[in-house]
C-alpha cells in the first residue's frame, strides 16, 4: 500500500463519525451530504434569471452556460477516471463507520464535489467572486459531511477539486471563442418556450 493510500486512511478515520456520535450530528451531516447540492440548480436559474450583463456580474447567463459546461465536462471526466481505476468506499474495506446508505461502487473522484468545484470555481473566475466562495465553502461542508459518514475518502473530494480546476482551465480559451454565441443561441430558444410570461413581465427578458 502506497503512502498516499495510508494517509488517505488515516485522514478518513480522523474525520468519520466516531461511535457515540450524537443523533442530530448524524441529521445534520446527512442533510449536507445529500441535500445542499440541489441549491446548485437554483442558483444557476437565479444567474440565468438575473440577466445582467456589464456590471459585477458580468453577463450572468454567459456565466450560467459555462459553469454548466465545466460541471458536465468535469462530471464526463470522473467517469473515464472509474473506468480506468477503480477505489473501493470506505464501508467496502471494512473501514470506519458508514452512517448512510450508499452504492458500492468506486469512491473516486466524488461527483459531489465536482459538482460544487465546477460551478464554484467558474464563478470565482468569471466575475461572481462571492458567489464562488459561498458554492466553494458549500461544498467543503458537504465533502466534510460524506467523509464524516463514511461514505467518501478525503482524497475523493481533493481528487475531484483537482478535475474540476483543470477542465474549467482547459474550457476558458475554448469558452472565449464560442461562448457568446451559445448564449445568445439558448437565449433566443428561452425566448420563444417563454415569450408569454416574458411578454407580461414576469420574467426578463
Request: charged fraction near 10%; hydrophobic fraction near 55%; glycine fraction near 8%.
Amino acid at each position: 500500500m502506497s503512502q498516499l493510500e495510508l494517509l488517505n486512511r488515516s485522514w478518513f478515520l480522523s474525520l468519520n463519525a466516531p461511535e457515540g456520535t450524537p443523533s442530530w450530528l448524524i441529521s445534520l451531516a446527512t442533510a449536507l451530504a445529500n441535500d445542499l447540492i440541489y441549491l446548485i440548480p437554483l442558483l444557476l436559474l437565479y444567474l440565468w434569471l438575473l440577466g445582467l450583463r456589464g456590471n459585477s456580474l458580468h453577463d450572468s447567463r454567459n456565466l450560467a452556460l459555462k459553469a454548466c459546461a465545466v460541471t458536465f465536462l468535469a462530471l464526463g471526466v470522473n467517469q473515464v477516471i472509474i473506468l480506468l481505476w477503480q477505489h473501493p468506499r470506505p464501508f467496502m474495506i471494512g473501514l470506519g463507520r458508514a452512517r448512510m446508505e450508499h452504492a458500492a461502487d468506486s469512491s473516486f473522484p466524488s461527483d459531489h464535489m465536482t459538482v460544487f468545484s465546477g460551478i464554484g470555481l467558474t464563478l470565482l473566475a468569471g466575475g461572481a467572486p462571492a458567489l464562488g466562495v459561498i458554492t466553494l465553502l458549500a461544498g467543503l461542508c458537504v465533502a466534510w459531511a460524506r467523509v464524516f459518514l463514511g461514505v467518501h475518502f478525503p482524497l475523493d473530494m481533493a481528487g475531484a477539486f483537482v478535475v474540476a480546476a483543470v477542465v474549467a482551465l482547459l474550457v476558458s480559451p475554448l469558452w472565449r471563442a464560442a461562448g457568446s454565441p451559445l448564449t445568445r443561441l439558448v437565449e433566443t430558444i428561452y425566448r420563444r418556450v417563454l415569450a408569454w410570461p416574458i411578454a407580461r413581465g414576469w420574467l426578463r427578458n
